[in-house]
């Protein structure tokens, strides 16, 4: 998501957002940065993949499943997925050259979102705040880098 906004002053700010796969490291995250391996997750991923194959070969042909059963079973497997791409953690970046000799320096501004929905509506808001006030506002997500 990229976006083009005119600040206050008059200055082009670029806001951008980014989706991550991993969860950036923080200054807080220092104790458990070491990252574990996915064996663990496709040991179970595959265990559960089993359980459900036998279930399925050894039911008898007298049962009769109703559809509601494979219906929730089906929401069931697809709500973790789902979860998880839609609360992934967006780097969210403000931006802007400066301008001319005599005006403001560059200036950026980085933030993590979490949430699909939630970076759009930041977005949206950061934006007026930029045309509002000429730059991001010190109370919200994005904090100025150096």
């Known amino acids: 998501m990229n976006r083009v906004v005119r600040g206050g002053d008059g200055r082009e700010w670029v806001v951008r957002a980014q989706m991550e796969w991993r969860r950036p490291a923080t200054a807080e995250d220092f104790e458990r940065d070491i990252s574990g391996s996915y064996t663990s997750g496709i040991a179970m991923l595959a265990v559960c993949v089993l359980l ?3 279930l399925v070969a050894w039911l008898p042909d007298t049962v009769v499943v109703p559809p509601w059963v494979i219906y929730g079973l ?3 497997a697809v709500f973790f997925p789902l979860r998880w791409v839609l609360n ?3 780097t ?3 931006e802007t050259d400066g301008g001319v000799t005599g005006d403001p320096p560059p200036e950026r ?3 993590i979102i979490s ?3 939630r970076v759009r509506s930041e977005l949206t808001r950061l934006a007026k ?3 509002r006030e000429a730059g991001p506002d010190f109370e919200g ?3 100025p880098m150096e």
Request: glycine share 8%; hydrophobic share 65%; net charge positive.
């Open 115 to 117: 949430g699909m929905f």
């Open 52 to 54: 459900a194959v036998i």
């Open 141 to 143: 997500p994005l904090r």
């Open 88 to 90: 992934r953690p967006w």
């Open 74 to 76: 089906l929401l069931i």
């Open 92 to 94: 969210v970046v403000a």
């Open 109 to 111: 501004w980085v933030g």
């Open 129 to 131: 705040t930029i045309q």
